[in-house]
């Protein structure tokens, strides 16, 4: 049973939609906190209003095997995201403003609907900066049956204020683990500590739901899930984001290291970014895991490399 279900039985799922929406007026969704007041239309740096974008949903089965099981992840695509990374393989979504706005009738719909295609989970992919209008749309959702889990897929620069409110909501978090070193994040994603608040928000998406817990039949019911993309070079700093997991997380975080970097958007201008990862530094990325006493990884990704 999804953990939502619980929060709206006592009512207190109203409460947190509220504390969601009250955030938008001078936003601080996320850690940006540009101040601006979306309740009014205005933008901040995720060029999102008041309304959610959405540029596809539908069953998903490129994900991660505990989440696609044999019918499917049910993916949200939301449009725009509050990273501006310049390798980012889906930016005509998160950074030229491919999709359509969607009212909350509308999001409700389709959450619906993918569960109506036998999806195991609602997947919400790139959901940080549309915590609130999420939420709207989840209530009516529940009233109408809605009770699959749900995935927070985000890129890892989520607030700890925020992911409070989702505490009981979400099921399964599967964030990015980007980057290790603050000078490469603001580099390659235009962003300001990266490190120390993805670490914040990792420790918080696992004071909630744990380690991955997956059932009888290899699905995903609750539990932390962390994705890494090995970047060329050594870019994405892997010995210091595995050493975090094990010692500051668990040694039993599931984690998906991933191999399938190729340079697009503006990576070419990147020296180091102009190529795939090559097999050794992707092996050596494993063994990096590994050496850290990490056992638990996903491997669909690792295949067409090794
Ligand atoms: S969600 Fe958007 S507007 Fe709000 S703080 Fe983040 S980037 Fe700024």
Known sequence: MATY???HCSSKLRERIDAALSLLESCSVCPHSCGVNRLAGDVGK??????AMVSSYGPHFGEEAPLVGRHGSGTIFFTNCNLRCLFCQNYSISQLGEG?????EELTYIMLFLQAKGCHNINLVSPTHVVPQIL??????????LHLPLVY?????DSVETLSIL??????????MKYDDEETARELSGIENYPEINKAAIKEMYRQVGNLKINGEGVAQQGLLVRHLVLPQGLAGTKGIVNFLSKEISRNTYVNIMAQYHPCHKAFQIPNLGRRVSSTEFREALSLAQEAGLSRMDNIHTTEIL
């Open 5 to 7: 279900l619980e929060l």
């Open 46 to 51: 995720c060029g999102t209003p008041r309304e």
């Open 100 to 104: 359509q706005k969607v009212s909350k």
């Open 136 to 145: 709207e749309a989840l209530e009516p959702a529940v009233e109408a049956g």
């Open 153 to 157: 897929n985000s890129g890892g620069y």
């Open 167 to 176: 505490d009981g909501i979400v099921d399964i978090y599967m964030p990015d």
